[in-house]
């Protein structure tokens, strides 16, 4: 079981976050930690990069879909950045691909951001 781990940096008024790891049930309320610590950053736009994530099961799924509503709350933006197939197969299957928006590139993600 990987632990997750998130790398976060500021380019452009994008405040950009690397997640590696599992996103799973164990690991929630660290990630859940995580991720409350990056939106006290005033960037008007999150893009969380996902190309090492090695698995996400539901309780994942959940702590991103929350992040989702915390950043919109806030009056900013989550862009989801390199999402692996596996991951982007959960997001259409449970219809969150609808609600998160997702992109091939952190470059389309970053062009994407509306300040």
Do not use: W
Not at 88 to 113: K, N, P
């Amino acid at each position: 079981m990987a632990v997750p781990s998130i790398d976060a940096s500021v380019s452009g008024g994008c405040l950009h976050v690397l997640v590696k790891g599992e996103l799973i049930y164990e690991h929630q309320a660290l990630l859940r930690e995580q991720f409350d610590e990056l939106l006290q950053h005033g960037d008007a736009c999150i893009v969380v990069d996902l190309t090492q994530v090695g698995f996400c099961d539901s309780s994942g799924l959940n702590v991103l879909l929350d992040l989702r509503l915390q950043a919109e709350q806030n009056g900013r933006q989550l862009l989801l950045a390199c999402v692996p197939d596996p991951l982007r197969r959960l997001l259409e299957i449970t219809g969150s691909d609808q609600v998160l928006r997702i992109y091939d590139t952190v470059a389309e993600a970053d062009a994407a951001c509306v300040p």
